[in-house]
């Protein structure tokens, strides 16, 4: 398996976790909101979909910042 340039860290990022936080977050927000009946599966997956067209751009835009503010933050053991 090939690997991506270093260049692509932060969109290879933002696609992962705003995927992973997306499904995650709507399925538990769908689930709370509407139960679990013979439609939920439908709503997961359009509430995903809105929230992940939503989340990634905005974790393309905000990793850089949560990045530099935990180098901030957390001490280095160099």
Do not use: E
Request: glycine share 4%; hydrophobic share 60%.
């Amino acid at each position: 398996m090939s690997s991506l340039s270093s260049r692509f860290y932060t969109l290879v990022f933002a696609l992962f976790m705003s995927c992973m936080m997306s499904l995650l977050m709507s399925g538990v927000i769908t689930f709370i909101n509407t139960g679990l009946d013979a439609g939920f599966w439908m709503r997961w997956l359009r509430a995903f979909l809105v929230a992940w067209i939503v989340a990634f751009p905005l974790v393309s835009l905000i990793a850089p910042l949560a990045h530099w503010l935990t180098r901030k933050l957390v001490k280095s053991q160099l």
